[in-house]
């Protein structure tokens, strides 16, 4: 566990970057903190590691304070990710990876067998390995990141903006990356960000900062939708907080209808007879995954996939409200593609069955 | 062309000694530059003194410094030291910028990584920021080398024997084969030792000649 105890950072000139912050993050959970820029995130995330020392106040690691640790050991048992990866450029993906653990004294060897790891268990091809950052794409560079910190397996992980220098796609993929990664991993973990919503997405707890570094609000990321502690709070959140909100609750057993479906590539004739006089006919690849919706009135030759309507999302069975409803409101039969976890259709669902649910689950501010 | 056959030798001697007064220099140059560009790169105060004192010294006419020399060190006027002495003040004033300029083109957040991870000063500055640096500083050092060949010949007025001699030797003579061959000479020490900079400091950087993502 991470505790700050009252910290405060003054700048000479007597800038408040911190304002006397307490918090605590927990042992293997993420701690998001998130707040506009001049709220102290990253100056708070660098006073862990000794980075930047504190005016007063103290932080603990595990009950010990950092303040009477040599800094460079204590670093060496942080992992720390920040953009684009602030990877090496004269050194080799491996090298890079390698870097704490030579710095404790691993024997070579050692070090590049446990970079070879990484490399696999981020995710990155091992004939990478040898090559140099500039040769990788931003996403791989952010994944060498990760595997970097976490080369000599440290208990502790802070990480700066890590995925904000990539594009929403790729960003949204180390996500859940991540998130998966840290499921088996465990690690305690600070994440700063200034997105709201990524904030939400990794946080078991997000602390929302105000300028001048105060605490504005501590709390997991539902109950932060949920019940915002003040305005701050609130705008900071942003919009759509209610669906946002169903996100963190569990859909339960929703009334699932069967629903008629051809393959790609079966013909007008059968589509119209199977659709029995419905607008829109769902479509199934080969596998039985949804593929897309079809309109077998305006069919002329064989189910194409050109002929198919991709509009509407794919709730996973045992998701989350949020993507149910969202299923259901994205289709243009009004009717929620549901699919197991291999991706296979299960069923449909209306929009009015999911909303019975959420009417029937207690809000979480009421609770 | 018969006078360089007779006097290969000689000239191939001259053109050894100029090497080396070249090259010296250049090397305890750069010893002297790296921590004074380091003090620059890492104090904003002291950048404008250091950059700009070290290049006033370069403005110091090198017949002047040469003389200068043995009333400073104590040496006789031949001593070759005075040249080598004098040409590493030239180098330190092109160089002092050059180091602090190579030093502050490495990324900030590159640094920083490397403090994070426990890097200590020492290290981060051998193992990461000068390695980084070295295409900015190799190409100062391309710059000063070249000038170094250049201001050597002038030591031939003092008598201290180098490729500049034949340009003395042509001129008391009023021969000019010997100034052609000096020329001539001059030029390809200070082409080779352009391109063997080039050379080791492409070696050293094999990051920078590989292709970029697909």
């Not at chain 1, 102290?40 to 932080?59: A, C, H, Q, V, Y």
């Not at chain 1, 791989?140 to 890590?162: C, K, S, T």
């Not at chain 2, 003090?39 to 090198?62: F, H, N």
Request: hydrophobic fraction near 50%; charge should be negative.
């Amino acid at each position: 566990m991470i505790r700050f105890t009252d910290v405060t950072k003054v700048y000479p000139g007597g800038t408040v970057a911190v304002g006397g912050l307490s918090l605590r993050a927990p042992s293997g959970k993420i701690t998001v903190l998130v707040g506009p820029s001049g709220c102290g995130k990253t100056t708070s995330l660098r006073m862990i590691n000794r980075m930047i020392e504190p005016t007063s106040g103290t932080i603990e690691i595990d009950g010990r304070d950092t303040s009477g640790l040599e800094p460079n050991e204590l670093r060496r048992g942080i992992g720390y990710v920040i953009q684009s990866g602030g990877l090496f450029p004269h050194r080799t993906i491996l090298d890079n990876i390698a870097t704490v653990p030579l710095l404790l004294g691993w024997d070579r060897r050692r070090a590049r067998a446990r970079a070879h790891e990484l490399l696999e268990r981020v995710g990155l091809a091992p004939e990478l390995g040898r090559r140099y950052p500039n040769q990788l794409s931003g996403g791989q560079q952010q994944r060498v990141g990760v595997a970097r910190a976490l080369a000599a397996d440290p208990p502790v992980m802070l990480m700066d903006e890590p995925f904000s220098a990539v594009d929403p796609v790729v960003r949204e993929q180390l996500q859940d990356e991540f998130l998966r990664l840290q499921a088996d991993i465990g690690k305690t973990i600070v994440f700063v960000t200034h997105d709201i919503d990524e904030a939400i997405k990794l946080g078991d707890q997000v602390a929302v900062l105000r300028v001048g570094g105060t605490l504005a609000q501590l709390a997991a990321p539902a109950d932060l939708l949920a019940d915002p502690a003040d305005d701050f709070v609130a705008d900071f959140l942003g919009r759509d907080r209610g669906y946002r909100g169903l996100a963190f609750t569990e859909a339960p057993a929703l009334p699932v209808t069967r629903e008629p479906t051809v393959r790609l590539g079966a013909g007008a004739d059968e589509a119209r007879r199977v659709a029995a006089g419905e607008e829109w006919l769902l479509v199934v690849d080969a596998d039985g995954a949804p593929a897309g919706w079809v309109r077998p009135s305006a069919l002329v030759a064989p189910v194409g996939p050109d002929d198919l309507h991709r509009g509407g999302t794919v709730a996973r069975v045992g998701g989350s409200l949020r993507a149910a409803l969202d299923a259901a409101l994205s289709a243009p039969s009004r009717r929620g593609v549901l699919a197991d976890d291999d991706g296979r259709l299960v069923g449909t669902v209306r929009a009015q069955d999911v909303l019975a649910e959420i009417e029937r689950e207690p809000s979480e501010a009421a609770s | 062309m018969n006078w360089l056959l007779t006097h290969l030798d000689e000239v191939g001697g001259l053109m050894v000694t100029h090497a080396v007064l070249s090259v010296i220099p250049l090397v305890i140059g750069l010893v002297v530059a790296v921590p004074l560009g380091w003090l620059a790169w890492r104090y904003r105060l002291l950048r404008t003194p250091l950059v700009a004192g070290t290049g006033l010294l370069y403005t110091i006419p090198s017949l002047a410094l040469f003389i200068l020399m043995p009333l400073v060190l104590g040496t006789g006027i031949l001593d070759p030291l005075n040249v080598v002495v004098a040409l590493s003040v030239y180098t330190v004033a092109l160089l002092v910028r050059t180091v602090a300029d190579g030093l502050a083109s490495v990324p900030d957040e590159v640094l920083q990584a490397a403090t994070a991870m426990g890097i200590g000063p020492l290290r981060r500055f051998f193992g990461v920021q000068l390695p980084l640096a070295v295409p900015v500083i190799a190409a100062g050092l391309r710059v000063a080398a070249v000038s170094n060949v250049s201001i050597v010949s002038v030591a031939a007025l003092l008598g201290i024997a180098q490729l500049g001699s034949l340009f003395t030797d042509g001129f008391a003579r009023n021969f000019l084969d010997p100034i052609i061959v000096g020329i001539v000479a001059c030029m390809v020490l200070a082409l080779a030792l352009d391109l063997a900079i080039l050379a080791v400091s492409r070696a050293v950087t094999p990051w920078l000649r590989v292709g970029s993502p697909a």
